[in-house]
């Protein structure tokens, strides 16, 4: 079992930026990516951002160019860095534990791990 606890959430004003951090603990084989993924109000949960312990990553075309997905592999915990935050970006964020960066991406993710999510806000 993998938990994951994501924070850094919270208000800003269109242009800011926020950093997001998810602290994994616990085990799991098949766990070998972490990911980002967003629900805003009425929408379907959507990739984000994902990466694997060797750091390769890969972003949704939405955000690429302004966040940016890292990892402490010695603190178990992966950051999401937004940038030039916008309106759009207002959603519940989720930090996701999955077999790869190409299943997070794919979406491929029943058998993955979730957090309980953090809830960003951007006003214009």
């Known amino acids: 079992q993998v938990q994951l606890i994501e924070s850094g959430g919270g208000l800003v004003q269109a242009g800011g930026s926020l950093r997001l951090s998810c602290v994994a603990s616990?085990?799991?084989?098949?766990?070998?990516?972490w990911g980002w993924f967003r629900q805003a109000p009425g929408k379907e949960r959507a990739f984000v951002a994902a990466?694997?312990?060797?750091?390769?990553?890969r972003y949704a075309d939405s955000v690429n160019g302004r966040f940016t997905i890292s990892r402490d592999t010695t603190k178990n915990t992966v950051f999401l860095q937004m940038n030039s935050l916008q309106p759009d970006d207002t959603a519940d964020y989720y930090c996701?534990?999955?077999?790869?960066?190409?299943?997070?991406?794919?979406?491929?993710?029943?058998?993955?791990?979730w957090g309980q999510g953090t809830q960003v806000t951007v006003s214009s």
């Open positions: 996701a534990a999955g077999s790869s960066v190409v299943a997070l991406a794919t979406m491929d993710i029943q058998n993955s791990y």
């Open positions: 616990g085990r799991s084989s098949s766990t070998k990516a």
């Open positions: 990466i694997n312990w060797s750091g390769i990553t």
